[in-house]
């Protein structure tokens, strides 16, 4: 549904992207998972519109587009969640939920259509929110992502990015929101995961992308992948810090404690 | 009987983690649990009102008297509306510190245009307004453009402006409107017609009514909770009693003023376009969380604009009312404390200084108290400016004080 070839991108002198390729099917979680500076933001952000590419095409349901900002960018059908800032504290969930798209009615908010549709959202990814009206600085942190996954559903999108979106949550509101993730899935939409937890990603993903210096590294299925194979991926090559620490606990091990 | 509308299948009702209320003693505690939380709203000026109210009535009993209540009303106008554009850009967490100044200009250019040239009042009066909205595009592309911050620039402002006053001014330093002039007639002697003010109070009260009853009705048709109509018919019925006993009162002296019904009537046209419209409801985001207003694809620099120009345009409003009241126009006007008494009463009134949270209404009744306050010292015989500023402090820093510590207590328990 959409796809990448031979994305590029250059800030000053430093390549962030270089000939960058990204497939994501409907129904499809893709993961995007990389060291910090791989550049996986940056790819997430052309996609989303917020950095033009310098080369490379973006085709979207067969047509190339050329998304100039987020809210280009969802009304195209490329929905995003960001990892932080997204929500206004001081605003009830449903007015967090239609920020920016508002449901008028004569020049007025069309308040009730809204917690309508806000239940019907909610609902639809079984999200446990007790009250639509209340601020969110009410909600705890899972329930907050929910929302924020909610909001990027709003305008029927097909494809939806989560940046980050497990990075600051404990271990039951991780579960919802991975529960979240395979909803969206069930619904037909695809999905590109970033992040850093291979466990999380091992749980969801069925396509694991890892970006290494701003390149494709590896690919692989979720089920053919171990995490080994996947940390070496990341990281480069077997002859670095993380390998030689992971061959000298072997060794250890094979000798046995003194 | 029930809380609220009795169905289970109301599409908000249906967690069980929800505390439902039901009856006047769940709906009276709900409140409490409200204020308990930091979720002041109205409350701690209201309590003021009556405070300073029953204070110098025992000092001295004709301070509620309907002559003197009357003053008050009319006295606060004037600089409420000042406020109101000021509560606009406190909800944007930014300061205007020139609002005095600027409506001293506004006033200045009218006067000129109308004694001085001989104009009509009516281009005047356009003058002055647009002198308000030039200015507030000038603070929009400073902040906008250069990135100036709120605070430096209408500082400048302050300084700026009162210049530009002396100088619109000229020599003579003072410029009196002609008392027979229609803008000075209806906003300092005439008053609303009896028959009208309680027609206008009925017709509030039933318009609160019924637009709740109208929405509760459209709630439930839409599979969600409606109000509990109870409820609803009793604060109606107290908001109608209070207006037409304060109608009644008021009218034994002059009543309600066409200057204090331009106040209340601005009043509710700001709460409405903050409560009910898409714009309103980008002020409050964009003063929550900018950068989330702007990735939700709000155009934050426009909501800055029309809050500076609004701001400025209002501050200038005001000066022109003010100036209507007192039928002169003089290098006073505006710069003694007509800053301070509007920011504070915008604070006083329930509107955060952190932004994203408050109201139209805390103008109005953030003005009250002040006006209150000041006509209240003035009867008791305390007379010099200098203990009504130090009154006057001493209430913005009470209110501030207030207002940081509602905000620890939302951050604890959770209600932004």
Same mark, same amino acid.
């Given at each position: 549904?959409?796809?990448?070839?031979?994305?590029?991108?250059?800030?000053?002198?430093?390549?962030?992207?270089?000939?960058?390729?990204?497939?994501?099917?409907?129904?499809?979680?893709?993961?995007?998972?990389? *060291?910090?500076?791989?550049?996986?933001?940056?790819?997430?952000?052309?996609?989303? @519109?917020?950095?033009?590419? *310098?080369?490379?095409?973006?085709?979207? *349901?067969?047509?190339?587009?050329?998304?100039?900002?987020?809210?280009?960018?969802?009304?195209?059908?490329?929905?995003?969640?960001?990892?932080?800032?997204?929500?206004?504290?001081?605003?009830?969930?449903?007015?967090?939920?239609?920020?920016?798209?508002?449901?008028?009615?004569? @020049?007025?908010?069309?308040?009730?259509?809204?917690?309508?549709?806000?239940?019907?959202?909610?609902?639809?990814?079984?999200?446990?929110?007790?009250?639509?009206?209340?601020?969110?600085?009410?909600?705890?942190?899972?329930?907050?992502?929910?929302?924020?996954?909610?909001?990027?559903?709003?305008?029927?999108?097909?494809?939806?990015?989560? #940046?980050?979106?497990?990075?600051?949550?404990?271990?039951?509101?991780?579960?919802?929101?991975?529960?979240?993730?395979?909803?969206?899935?069930?619904?037909?939409? @695809?999905?590109?995961?970033?992040?850093?937890?291979?466990? #999380?990603?091992?749980?969801?993903? *069925?396509?694991?992308?890892?970006?290494?210096?701003?390149?494709?590294?590896?690919?692989?299925?979720?089920?053919?992948?171990?995490?080994?194979?996947?940390?070496?991926?990341?990281? @480069?090559?077997?002859?670095?810090?993380?390998?030689?620490?992971?061959?000298?606990? #072997?060794?250890?091990?094979?000798?046995?404690?003194? | 009987?029930?809380?609220?509308?009795?169905?289970?299948?109301?599409?908000?009702?249906?967690?069980?983690?929800?505390?439902?209320?039901?009856?006047?003693?769940?709906?009276?505690?709900?409140?409490?649990?409200? %204020?308990?939380?930091?979720?002041?709203?109205?409350?701690? +000026?209201?309590?003021?009102?009556?405070?300073?109210?029953?204070?110098?009535?025992?000092?001295?009993?004709?301070?509620?008297?309907?002559?003197?209540?009357?003053?008050?009303?009319?006295?606060?106008?004037?600089?409420?509306?000042?406020?109101?554009?000021?509560?606009?850009?406190?909800?944007?967490?930014?300061?205007?510190?020139?609002?005095?100044?600027?409506?001293?200009?506004?006033?200045?250019?009218?006067? +000129?245009? +109308?004694? /001085?040239?001989?104009?009509?009042?009516?281009?005047?009066?356009?003058?002055?307004?647009?002198?308000?909205?030039?200015?507030?595009?000038?603070?929009?592309? &400073?902040?906008?453009?250069?990135?100036?911050?709120?605070?430096?620039?209408?500082?400048?402002?302050?300084?700026?402006?009162?210049?530009?006053?002396?100088?619109?001014?000229?020599?003579?330093?003072?410029?009196?409107?002609?008392?027979?002039?229609?803008?000075?007639?209806?906003?300092?002697?005439?008053?609303?017609?009896?028959?009208?003010?309680?027609?206008?109070?009925?017709?509030?009260?039933?318009?609160?009514?019924?637009?709740? &009853?109208?929405?509760?009705?459209?709630?439930?048709?839409?599979?969600?909770?409606?109000?509990?109509?109870?409820?609803?018919?009793?604060?109606?019925?107290?908001?109608?009693?209070?207006?037409?006993?304060?109608?009644?009162?008021?009218? %034994?002296?002059?009543?309600?003023?066409?200057?204090?019904?331009?106040?209340?009537?601005?009043?509710?046209?700001?709460?409405?376009? &903050?409560?009910?419209?898409?714009?309103?409801? /980008?002020?409050?985001?964009?003063?929550?969380?900018?950068?989330?207003?702007?990735?939700?694809?709000?155009?934050?620099?426009?909501?800055?604009?029309?809050?500076?120009?609004?701001?400025?345009?209002?501050?200038?409003?005001?000066?022109? &009312?003010?100036?209507?009241?007192?039928?002169?126009?003089?290098?006073?006007?505006?710069?003694?404390?007509?800053?301070?008494?509007?920011?504070?009463?915008?604070?006083?009134?329930?509107?955060?200084?952190?932004?994203?949270?408050?109201?139209?209404?805390?103008?109005?009744?953030?003005?009250?108290?002040?006006?209150?306050?000041?006509?209240?010292?003035?009867?008791?015989?305390?007379?010099?400016?200098?203990?009504?500023?130090?009154?006057?402090?001493?209430?913005?820093?009470?209110?501030?004080?207030?207002?940081?510590?509602?905000?620890?207590?939302?951050?604890?328990?959770?209600?932004?």
């Amino acid at each position: 549904m959409l796809s990448l070839t031979g994305v590029t991108k250059r800030f000053g002198a430093v390549q962030a992207l270089s000939d960058v390729a990204l497939d994501v099917r409907a129904g499809e979680v893709v993961a995007l998972v990389g *060291d910090n500076g791989a550049g996986k933001s940056t790819l997430v952000k052309i996609i989303s @519109g917020v950095y033009q590419p *310098d080369g490379g095409t973006l085709v979207f *349901d067969g047509a190339e587009i050329h998304p100039d900002g987020p809210a280009d960018a969802k009304r195209v059908g490329i929905a995003t969640v960001f990892q932080d800032l997204s929500l206004c504290d001081n605003l009830d969930v449903v007015a967090n939920l239609f920020l920016g798209q508002e449901r008028r009615g004569a @020049g007025v908010l069309d308040e009730v259509g809204m917690e309508k549709e806000a239940w019907r959202l909610l609902r639809s990814l079984s999200a446990k929110i007790p009250s639509v009206r209340i601020p969110i600085a009410a909600l705890s942190g899972g329930q907050r992502q929910t929302v924020a996954i909610a909001r990027s559903l709003v305008g029927q999108p097909k494809i939806v990015i989560l #940046d980050e979106p497990t990075a600051a949550l404990g271990v039951a509101q991780t579960a919802e929101v991975l529960n979240l993730i395979e909803r969206l899935r069930a619904q037909g939409l @695809g999905v590109i995961l970033v992040s850093h937890n291979m466990a #999380d990603v091992q749980a969801v993903a *069925d396509r694991i992308v890892v970006m290494r210096l701003g390149r494709n590294a590896a690919e692989f299925r979720v089920e053919e992948a171990t995490t080994e194979e996947l940390v070496a991926a990341i990281t @480069g090559a077997s002859d670095n810090v993380v390998a030689s620490r992971t061959a000298r606990r #072997d060794q250890s091990r094979t000798e046995g404690p003194r | 009987m029930s809380g609220t509308v009795k169905d289970p299948t109301a599409a908000d009702l249906g967690d069980e983690r929800l505390v439902q209320q039901k009856g006047f003693a769940d709906a009276i505690r709900a409140s409490w649990r409200r %204020i308990r939380g930091g979720d002041l709203g109205s409350v701690p +000026v209201v309590v003021g009102l009556v405070v300073i109210s029953v204070v110098f009535y025992a000092m001295e009993p004709i301070f509620l008297s309907s002559r003197n209540l009357v003053s008050i009303t009319q006295f606060a106008a004037p600089v409420g509306v000042i406020a109101l554009g000021v509560v606009l850009v406190l909800l944007l967490g930014e300061i205007d510190l020139s609002i005095g100044s600027v409506s001293g200009v506004g006033a200045a250019v009218m006067a +000129v245009l +109308v004694v /001085h040239q001989s104009q009509s009042m009516v281009l005047g009066l356009i003058a002055g307004i647009a002198c308000g909205v030039a200015i507030g595009l000038l603070y929009a592309f &400073l902040f906008v453009r250069l990135g100036v911050p709120s605070f430096v620039f209408t500082l400048a402002g302050l300084m700026g402006f009162e210049g530009v006053l002396y100088l619109v001014l000229g020599k003579d330093g003072t410029i009196n409107l002609p008392d027979g002039n229609v803008f000075v007639r209806y906003m300092r002697y005439e008053y609303l017609p009896e028959p009208i003010a309680y027609l206008l109070v009925v017709l509030i009260s039933a318009g609160y009514v019924t637009s709740r &009853l109208l929405a509760s009705r459209k709630r439930i048709a839409a599979g969600l909770s409606g109000v509990w109509v109870p409820g609803l018919l009793i604060k109606g019925g107290l908001l109608l009693l209070g207006l037409l006993f304060a109608t009644y009162y008021l009218y %034994i002296d002059r009543g309600w003023g066409y200057l204090w019904a331009f106040f209340v009537l601005l009043v509710m046209v700001m709460n409405f376009a &903050l409560v009910r419209t898409a714009w309103g409801r /980008h002020v409050f985001a964009v003063g929550g969380n900018e950068e989330a207003a702007r990735r939700a694809g709000i155009k934050v620099t426009r909501i800055y604009v029309s809050v500076f120009v609004l701001c400025s345009t209002l501050a200038a409003i005001g000066g022109l &009312l003010a100036a209507a009241q007192i039928t002169s126009v003089s290098q006073s006007s505006g710069t003694d404390d007509t800053n301070l008494t509007a920011i504070a009463a915008a604070v006083i009134g329930g509107t955060s200084l952190f932004g994203g949270r408050g109201s139209a209404w805390s103008a109005l009744l953030g003005i009250l108290v002040l006006k209150s306050i000041q006509s209240g010292l003035n009867i008791v015989g305390v007379d010099s400016s200098s203990v009504r500023l130090i009154v006057t402090g001493g209430v913005l820093l009470l209110a501030v004080s207030v207002d940081s510590v509602a905000r620890r207590a939302r951050a604890s328990s959770g209600r932004g």
